[in-house]
């Protein structure tokens, strides 16, 4: 099926080209066996980095393509269009840009040509915590410094990637809440050496997920870091996750635009060609309106992400448009995937048809790395200037 491209460039039509031509390596049924088995796709998470996909938004001097929020954001929505996951992918994207704002001049030489290159990977982000949840002021895990070293000590809960990833942003408070003059002041970021720390002052617990995500419970205690792996300055971390927000919202929600437009495209060929009571079942209004009105939620969505996109890329703000096109690319797919059940009929729930994982897959985009309650609470305070409900 042809969806419009709405007045891509030349080059990033070719660049969504070439992600298309990838990802056709692999299928359904390679995604089929990593959900069943619970695994990391490494030889694909390989073959994007091969590419030079992952290191789209790395600047050249650092060995990436230098490209902007927008062609990640596209190349996200392609992995996804696919049929292919593309969490690892919107990870290593999104976490690198606080090293890349924020990190010294010595950090990032030490460590943006290795990731480009994919000798290191950096897609494990540790903010959730059980007793603070979304109130992310509220985080416990303590950094002490200790001469030339952090000792660190807490629990973080839903950390994915961390066995797959080399490096991990760390959101730890050095300060404790109440003795800040604000509650965002206190929070720092530390970039941890996973293959040091994991058994060695870090223990990792797989939690099971209905999702295959490979997250996990961390425990740390005494785990040593050293100060040379301090991001920005001590106690204002906070402001650099805030400050990454707006990027990470674009290119995770392009994840839920890619999984819309797989579930449409879905939904039309098989209401095409499956003949019920002699006709094909999409002759039937009720089979035919929700894919032509998920069709719609999914095209507007997109292209609220072309505008919060290009905004971002031209050095602008866009608050609003990035929480806009957040919850709209989370909604969109959930209703596309729902109206692609319907359409599949029992065959939906049918391993092999593969609806039923993708289905489960994209209804995260409404819980994590933020949920849409959060994103309503931004719009309905910060934009449209309501009450305060927290
Ligand atoms: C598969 C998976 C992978 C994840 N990966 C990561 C990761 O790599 N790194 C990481 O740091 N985190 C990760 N997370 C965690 C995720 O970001 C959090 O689950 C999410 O931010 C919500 O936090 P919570 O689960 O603690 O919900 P809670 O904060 O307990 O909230 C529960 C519900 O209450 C709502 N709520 C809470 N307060 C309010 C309010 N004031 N107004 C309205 N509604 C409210 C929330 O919106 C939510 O719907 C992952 C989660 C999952 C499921």
């Known amino acids: 099926m042809q969806f419009s491209d709405y007045g891509l460039t030349d080059e990033q039509k070719a660049l969504c080209q070439s992600v298309r031509e990838l990802c056709a390596r692999y299928p359904d049924t390679y ?13 694909f998470v390989e073959a994007l980095t091969e590419g030079g996909y992952l290191a789209a938004m790395i600047p050249e001097q ?38 890349l704002r924020h990190g010294s001049e010595g950090q990032k030489e030490a460590y943006l040509p290795d990731i480009a290159s994919g000798k290191t990977r950096l897609q494990a982000f540790g903010v959730t ?63 941890v050496d996973l293959n040091r720390a994991v058994g060695d002052g870090l223990e990792v617990t797989p939690i099971a997920t209905m999702v295959n995500h490979q997250t996990n419970e961390l425990v740390f205690e005494n785990l040593e870091v050293p100060v040379e ?62 894919i032509a009105r998920a069709y719609a939620s999914v095209e507007a969505a ?16 866009p608050r609003e448009q990035a929480n806009m096109y957040r919850l709209l690319a989370s909604e969109a797919p959930c209703e596309a995937a729902t109206a692609c059940m319907d359409t599949y009929g029992g065959y939906g729930y049918a391993k092999e048809y593969h609806i039923e994982r993708k289905y489960r897959e994209c209804r995260l985009l409404k819980t994590a790395p933020i949920s849409n309650n959060l994103v309503l609470s931004f719009l309905g305070q910060q934009v449209l200037g309501l009450p305060r409900s927290f």
Request: aromatic letters at 8%.
């Open 129 to 191: 915590e059980p007793d603070a949840g979304t109130d992310t002021t509220r985080i416990t895990t303590r950094a002490e410094r200790k001469g030339n070293k952090y000792i660190v000590n807490g629990r973080k809960v839903f950390i994915s990637r961390v066995l797959h990833s080399d490096l991990m942003l760390l959101l730890v408070r050095t300060t404790p809440r109440d003795q800040c003059a604000k509650k965002t002041d206190g929070i720092t970021t530390l970039l």
């Open 229 to 290: 792996n301090l991001i920005g300055e001590e106690g204002k971390g906070f402001r650099y996750i805030l400050s990454s927000m707006n990027a990470e919202r674009i290119l995770v929600a392009s994840e839920g635009v890619g999984d819309g437009r797989y579930f449409v495209e879905k939904a039309v060929d098989y209401a095409n060609s499956r003949v019920v009571f002699d006709r094909p079942i999409g002759q039937n209004q009720g089979i035919q309106f929700p």
């Open 302 to 317: 997109r292209l609220v992400r072309d505008r919060a996109a290009e905004m971002f890329d031209q050095g602008e703000n």
């Open 31 to 43: 995604w089929m066996k990593l959900d069943e088995d619970h695994t990391y796709p490494t030889e």
């Open 62 to 99: 650092y060995g990436g393509m230098g490209l902007g929020v927008k062609e990640g954001s596209l190349i996200l929505e392609e992995i996804s269009r696919a049929g292919c996951n593309a969490a690892a992918s919107h990870a290593q994207m999104y976490i690198m840009g606080t090293l």
